[in-house]
């Protein structure tokens, strides 16, 4: 049996891998990453990555405004995020969601576009793509308000502990697992990866940032997802291609990729 994996968030189209995509994604299916999924933050980057789906059969596309940039974003942007919404290639709306860490847009701005972005995927009937940073009470209190459990969705580089977990799981979303679970301070992790039931769980890149332990302090990449799934499933006690096989069917019946 092949390992078989999805990498659930990467930002394959950003300026970073312009120089080597096409050795990038060469080196990503050599890996066994079949399947990525690749993620807008804002209008530009939204339109690059439905055309990066467009034009590989194994991407596909999430269209979104990130909170950083949640600030700049006035009706004419959510009307066409809602557009691109609609297109064939887009799989989810995100990413989408609450940074109270950095803070890079007002907290009120971040609020307005992650309820309005949840709305425009409940009436595209897409999942959402949820990022979330020292905001969990937060973002999960709008996740319900704003009934995304219609769609369901992903929290994306899960960094919360066990209950925190099992309330996402009740919301309906998967939890996805990054870079940080590889990590010798992985904190709460560990324990999360253990915990989530087999069809709750996902694995991603979130490239070019986060690389998995073994790369850090370079450009993270897709072909590396092989080094977070091999934690997770040992973490698990699980076979990797046992594991790998859960979570890319996760990944599939959530974003109906088939
Ligand atoms: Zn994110
Ligand atoms: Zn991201």
Not at 17 to 22: E, L, T, V
Not at 97 to 116: C, I, K, Y
Not at 150 to 155: D, F, L, Q
């Amino acid at each position: 049996m092949s390992v078989e994996l999805f990498d659930t968030h990467a930002h394959l189209h950003f300026p970073d891998f312009d120089a080597d995509r096409a050795e990038t994604l060469a080196r990503a299916r050599q890996a066994g990453v079949t399947r990525v999924l690749t993620i807008g933050t804002e209008v530009p980057t939204s339109r690059a990555a439905i055309a990066l789906a467009e034009s590989e059969p194994d991407v596909w596309a999430a269209v979104g405004v990130h909170p950083h940039d949640a600030a700049e974003a006035d009706e004419a942007t959510l009307a066409e995020i809602e557009r691109l919404a609609g297109a064939a290639r887009v799989a989810a709306v995100g990413e989408i969601g609450l940074d109270f860490f950095r803070n890079l847009s007002p907290r009120d701005a971040q609020e307005r576009v992650f309820r309005h972005l949840i709305g425009v995927a409940c009436r595209a009937r897409k999942p959402v793509l949820v990022h979330c940073r020292d905001a969990h009470a937060e973002v999960l209190a709008i996740l319900a308000e704003e009934r995304a459990s219609e769609v369901g969705g992903i929290m994306h580089c899960f960094s919360g502990d066990v209950a925190i977990a099992r309330r996402c799981l009740d919301l309906g979303l998967l939890v996805s697992l990054a870079g940080p679970v590889t990590y010798p301070n992985a904190r709460a992790l560990p324990e999360v990866a253990r915990f989530v039931p087999a069809d709750g769980l996902v694995v991603e890149t979130d490239c070019p940032f986060l690389p998995p332990q073994g790369y850090r302090g370079k450009r993270n990449e897709p072909a590396y997802l092989a080094l977070t799934a091999a934690r997770v499933a040992e973490l698990r006690g699980e076979p990797l291609e046992v594991f790998a096989r859960h979570a890319s069917d996760n990944a599939r019946r959530l974003l109906r990729i088939g």
